[in-house]
């Protein structure tokens, strides 16, 4: 196993079980019950798959699949639910958190010159740490709430960058990959927080559960590959079906498109428009992602219209041929049998001359 991949592997699971353990934290903070500790527990899902991928693959990643990224959601997608639906019992007017965090400077000034006056540098550092976490806790809860999604959402990115990627995928695709999932956190991200601090949002608990709900279900597109990678297609009955075929070459448009519809635009569209139909809840920034939805919408099934005229077009004209399959991963096949043709062809013309040549009548 390569030193870079082994710590590639760990260090990003590490990082997912500090930022998962910081929000059960803020949760028992928020709550003031121990109990909510038990969340932690969680995380020994991530602990036991980095066992499994460092045993059976070295460390590497899976095709199509990331369960290190799955679970990572699983830890941490409870905390973020429970402090969002406890929203609203401390709020950040005049910016009352800023004014503590000075407050607490001035401690944390004051404990380190007596600490260094007094007392021994172990001592100083536990009392150091003492008062920096007491300051954190300081900050406002809705600044903590804020903090940790956008820190949930760079870490899936910067996680997915460090972990070791297998050999089904390419670096070329994982950078596609990444470029996609930063557009994709963005849109999640001012989906979450804009809906969610809609002062009449907030009254409804239902809608707030059923943001959340949509929240969720568009982060289940992280733990996934298959945007940037082709179903392969083996040369069987099934697989030269129309269906197969069109699955087998736009297998990663396809799933683009259906992430775009069934899982993050079309469902962020259906919530947008209750709130504004069902509930009468207008604003300007509403109104335009709304529009934006609609239009990302329109464009993925115009994208699936003209897929569906290529493909078709593509069928009539390799039917015309008398090849049987277009799949684009067949290559291999496609190149025998045009080679195969080529040669025949060739052998032909060889063997019989062209019928101008054959009948031009000798001078003689």
């Not at 693959?57 to 095709?63: D, E, I, L, N, V």
């Not at 949509?214 to 289940?220: F, G, I, K, Q, R």
């Not at 069902?278 to 219209?305: C, E, G, P």
């Not at 493909?311 to 090849?323: C, H, N, P, V």
Request: glycine fraction near 4%.
């Amino acid at each position: 196993m390569e030193l870079m991949v082994l710590l590639n592997a760990l260090v990003t699971r590490l990082l997912f079980v500090l930022h998962s353990l910081i929000g059960v934290w803020r949760v028992t903070a928020v709550k003031k019950e121990p109990k909510y500790w038990l969340l932690a527990l969680l995380n020994l899902l991530l602990c036991l798959e980095t066992g499994l991928t460092l045993k059976f693959k070295q460390g590497r990643g899976y095709k199509w699949f990331s369960p290190a990224i799955f679970l990572y959601l699983i830890c941490t997608v409870p905390s973020l639910w429970l402090l969002e639906i406890h929203h609203g019992t401390q709020y950040c007017g005049n910016e009352p958190g800023a004014v503590q965090v000075n407050v607490s400077n001035q401690d944390f000034n004051q404990s380190r010159d007596s600490s260094h006056a007094s007392e021994g540098t172990d001592h100083h550092i536990i009392q150091t740490a003492k008062v920096f976490v007491k300051q954190l806790s300081t900050i406002c809860e809705t600044v903590w709430t804020l903090a940790l999604h956008q820190t949930f959402l760079l870490l899936l990115v910067v996680g997915r960058w460090l972990l070791p990627i297998g050999v089904e995928i390419t670096r070329d695709q994982l950078s596609q990959l990444l470029l996609m999932f930063v557009g994709t956190a963005a849109d999640i991200l001012e989906f979450a927080s804009e809906t969610l601090d809609i002062e009449d949002v907030r009254k409804n608990y239902a809608l707030i559960n059923a943001i959340l709900a949509v929240w969720t279900w568009s982060m289940l597109q992280f733990p996934l590959d298959l945007a940037v990678q082709h179903i392969g297609c083996k040369p069987t009955a099934s697989t030269r079906r129309i269906p197969s075929l069109l699955l087998c070459r736009y297998s990663a448009e396809l799933w683009n498109i259906g992430v775009s519809l069934f899982i993050q635009d079309g469902p962020f569209f259906i919530v947008r428009s209750i709130l504004m139909g069902h509930f009468r809840i207008f604003n300007q920034m509403l109104v335009f992602f709304t529009a934006k939805n609609i239009l990302v919408v329109i464009l993925q099934l115009y994208r699936l219209a003209v897929i569906t005229l290529d493909f078709r077009a593509t069928i009539l004209q390799k039917s015309r041929k008398g090849e049987v399959s277009c799949c684009p991963c067949e290559p291999y096949e496609a190149s025998t049998h045009a080679s195969a043709d080529q040669d025949t062809e060739m052998k032909e013309f060889v063997t019989f001359p062209p019928k101008e040549e054959s009948q031009v009548p000798s001078k003689d």
